[in-house]
């Protein structure tokens, strides 16, 4: 029996939380190096005076950073644009998206047709803002030879202040409508078939089916999309800052580019961590708002 009590125990396995913290502990350090260490370091910048061209280290100025942007009329300018564009963009994607991805349920699931629409979102986005700004030219873009031929007076799509951001804004679509159908797509094929044959023997046309079925049953992924497509327009800059550089008259400067152009053309960075740090805010409340509003952890599919 006291043969039996000495046998030695096996030794015991490493967790599974161990195990997976090893795995993942490359993907936490460069997290810390480039996003977590960056966005304190700005938070930081944000309450000082501080300039790239400046020798000495940043000086702690308080809240006057954030006292200056609330009378900087050029940020709020920026703002405006921003939306403009936001409003634009999301309106027009998500309601050509939610065409394209209803017409794709109900008639075709071909791998082709949605290959092919996800070209466009594959393409850099300076190449395709420079691609449209070529198209699209006064003198020499294809869309206004056409015109031309038609009878019609040129447009400075790029060159006019009333249309240079509904057309960065379109441009934008463009490239972006082919992913979300393709995520509104993936989300309608979630809803059970039996749900549409039944409406389907009780009378219901296809719109009564997309407007009482389809869009209720949707909300989470329309959730999801309309917070990431938010968050993404505030974001725009490349498709700017390869066209048009905030021109004609400041009208396409937008958030990003005006911080950008704060920041590495003026060299004021401790006021552009502060119209930064204030972005994340706003965006922060949007999002939050946004998901209370669509109740994206409801799904009626339970």
């Known amino acids: 029996m006291d043969d039996l009590l000495s046998v030695p125990q096996p030794k015991k396995r490493l967790g599974d939380g161990k195990v997976a913290l090893v795995f993942i502990a490359p993907i936490l350090l460069g997290f810390a190096v480039f996003y977590l260490y960056p966005t304190i370091r700005g938070v930081w910048w944000s309450f000082c005076d501080y ?15 954030y006292a200056h942007v609330i009378h900087d009329s050029a940020f709020w300018r920026s703002i405006g644009i921003t939306l403009e564009y936001v409003v634009i963009n999301i309106g027009s994607q998500t309601v050509l998206a939610l065409t394209l991805a209803a017409l794709m349920h109900r008639l075709t699931r ?7 629409l996800l070209v466009p979102w594959l393409v ?20 206004n ?19 240079v951001m509904p057309t960065i804004s379109l441009i934008n679509t463009w490239a972006y409508v082919g992913y979300t159908a393709l995520l509104f797509y993936a989300g309608m094929l979630q809803i059970p078939a039996d749900i549409y044959e039944s409406a389907a023997i ?41 066209t048009t550089r ?57």
């Open 202 to 242: 009780d009378g219901a046309s296809e719109w009564r089916m997309f407007t009482r079925i389809t869009m209720p049953l949707l909300k989470p992924v329309l959730a999801l999309v309309l917070v990431v497509s938010l968050i993404g327009s505030f974001q725009i800059f490349d498709t700017v800052a390869a």
């Open 51 to 65: 300039s790239l061209t400046s020798q000495g280290p940043p000086q702690f100025v308080g809240l006057a950073n």
């Open 124 to 143: 850099p986005n300076v190449t395709v803002g420079l691609m449209w700004f070529w198209i699209l030219d006064t003198s020499v873009g294809i869309v």
């Open 246 to 302: 905030g021109d004609p008259a400041g009208a396409s400067s937008v958030i990003y580019f005006y911080i950008y152009k704060t920041a590495f053309q003026y060299f004021k960075m401790g006021y552009a961590s502060t119209m930064a740090v204030l972005l994340i805010l706003v965006l922060g409340s949007l999002t939050f708002i946004q998901l209370r509003l669509l109740r994206a952890s409801e799904s009626q599919l339970a």
């Open 110 to 116: 071909s791998v082709v047709l949605r290959t092919t």
């Open 145 to 163: 030879r056409m015109m031309r031929d038609m009878g019609m007076n040129p447009v400075g799509f790029f060159a006019n202040p009333s249309y």
